[in-house]
C-alpha cells in the first residue's frame, strides 16, 4: 500500500514534459546499444498520457501543503523498522526501500523544490534530512546499477538539486538542527557531476549562501573538499557558472582551515589574481573582495606577493573605473603595505 501511495503521488505531479523527457533519457541509452524500431515522434505520443507542466505545478503544491513530505518521512521510517524486523519478501532493498520507491520519493522531492514557494515548507517537514538520506541510498543504488552511467544516478541527481534549491532561497536559520551539514557534499558533488550547468550554478548558489553563516560553516566546507571542487565551476565554458564559482570561493576565504591553505597554495592565489582581472563585473567584485579578505592574515600576504598580487592589482585599479572595485584593491593593497611594515 505504501508504495502504490508513493507511486500516485509521482504520477499525479508527472507533467508532459517529465514524460517526454524521461522517454528521450531512455532512448538515448538504447541507441547507445543500436535499439531500432524506436524514434522521437513517440516521446511526444507518451507525452500526452501526463498533464500540461502547470497542472503538474498545481498538484505539487497542494500535495506538499496536505503534508507529502511528512508522509514520505514517515514511509521510510516503517520500510527501515520493516527491514530491521526481517518483514520484507525477497529483493534488494536500501533502508528497506526498492529502487522505485527511492526513485519516486527523489523525483517527487526534486519538483517540490522547483517552486520557491514550497522550499520552507519542504524544510518545515523534514525534507532537508529526507533528501540526505534519499541522496545516500542514490548512490548506492548507482554503484550497484553500472555506475556513474547508469539512468539510475539520476535519482541521486534529484535530490542535490532539491537541496540546492532549498539552499538558495531559505533563510539556513530556520533549517533543523544539525540538517544544514547533510546538504554539503550533495552540493559539492553536483559541482563536478552535474548534468546541466543549472545544476552547477545552483549548487553554487546555494553553497555560497551556506558559506556566508560563520566561519566555523566555511571550516566545515572546507574540510569537504570545497576547493578542490570550486575548480569544477571556475573551469566552465558558461560564464554565470564562473562567476557563482568566484563568488563562493570568495565566501570561503575568511576562516581558519581556508588561511591556512591560501598561505601555501599557489593555485588557489593565482586563480584569484586571474579572475580580478575578469570582464565580468560581478565576478571581478567577487574575485577582488575575496583577496581584500584575505590581506587579513601576514602569511597570505606573503603568498601574494610572491605570486606577484601588488602587480595585477596595481594594473587593474588603473584600468578601472568601477569604485567598488577601485575600494577593494584600496583595501587589499593597504593591507599588503601595512603587513611589510610589521
Not at 177 to 197: D, K, T
Not at 229 to 246: D, Y
Not at 250 to 276: G, M, P
Request: aromatic content about 6%; hydrophobic content about 40%.
Amino acid at each position: 500500500a505504501r508504495f502504490g501511495a508513493v507511486q500516485v503521488i509521482a504520477n499525479l505531479m508527472r507533467s508532459s514534459e517529465d514524460k517526454e523527457r524521461e522517454y528521450n533519457k531512455e532512448l538515448a541509452q538504447l541507441r547507445k546499444i543500436a535499439a531500432k524500431g524506436l524514434g522521437p515522434d513517440k516521446a511526444a505520443e507518451m507525452a500526452k498520457i501526463a498533464g500540461p507542466p502547470a497542472l503538474a505545478k498545481q498538484a505539487a503544491r497542494i500535495l506538499l501543503q496536505k503534508g507529502a513530505v511528512s508522509t514520505f518521512v514517515k514511509c521510510k521510517m516503517l520500510y527501515k523498522e520493516e527491514q530491521r524486523n526481517q518483514q520484507l519478501s525477497k529483493g534488494i532493498y536500501f533502508d528497506g526501500m526498492n529502487e522505485q520507491v527511492v526513485e519516486a520519493m527523489s523525483f517527487c522531492m526534486k519538483k517540490f523544490a522547483k517552486d520557491e514557494r514550497n522550499r520552507g515548507t519542504l524544510v518545515q517537514q523534514k525534507g532537508i534530512r529526507l533528501l540526505g538520506d534519499l541522496y545516500n541510498l542514490g548512490a548506492q543504488i548507482m554503484e550497484k546499477s553500472g555506475g556513474v552511467d547508469s539512468k539510475k544516478g539520476l535519482w541521486r541527481e534529484d535530490c542535490a538539486v532539491a537541496l540546492s534549491r532549498i539552499a538558495i532561497s531559505t533563510n539556513p536559520a530556520l533549517y533543523p538542527e544539525g540538517s544544514m551539514f547533510s546538504m554539503i557534499q550533495p552540493l559539492l558533488w553536483l559541482f563536478g557531476n552535474a548534468s546541466h550547468e543549472l545544476y552547477q550554478f545552483e549548487a553554487g548558489m546555494g553553497l555560497t549562501n551556506i558559506a556566508s553563516i560563520d566561519a566555523d560553516t566555511r571550516d566545515v566546507l572546507v574540510i569537504h573538499g570545497a576547493w578542490p571542487a570550486v575548480t569544477n565551476l571556475l573551469s566552465s565554458e558558461n560564464e554565470e557558472v564562473q562567476r557563482v564559482g568566484v563568488e563562493f570561493m570568495a565566501n570561503l576565504v575568511v576562516c581558519e582551515k581556508s588561511f591556512e591553505r591560501l598561505q601555501t597554495s599557489d593555485q588557489d592565489v593565482k586563480l584569484f589574481l586571474l579572475f580580478a582581472k575578469s570582464e565580468n563585473l560581478r565576478t571581478q567584485l567577487a574575485a577582488t573582495g575575496g583577496i581584500a579578505m584575505m590581506t587579513q592574515d601576514p602569511l597570505v600576504v606573503q603568498n601574494l606577493k610572491k605570486n606577484s598580487a601588488i602587480k595585477v592589482l596595481n594594473d587593474i585599479k588603473n584600468r578601472t573605473k568601477d569604485a567598488d572595485v577601485l575600494m577593494r584593491i584600496k583595501v587589499a593593497l593597504e593591507n599588503i603595505e601595512s603587513s611589510s611594515e610589521e
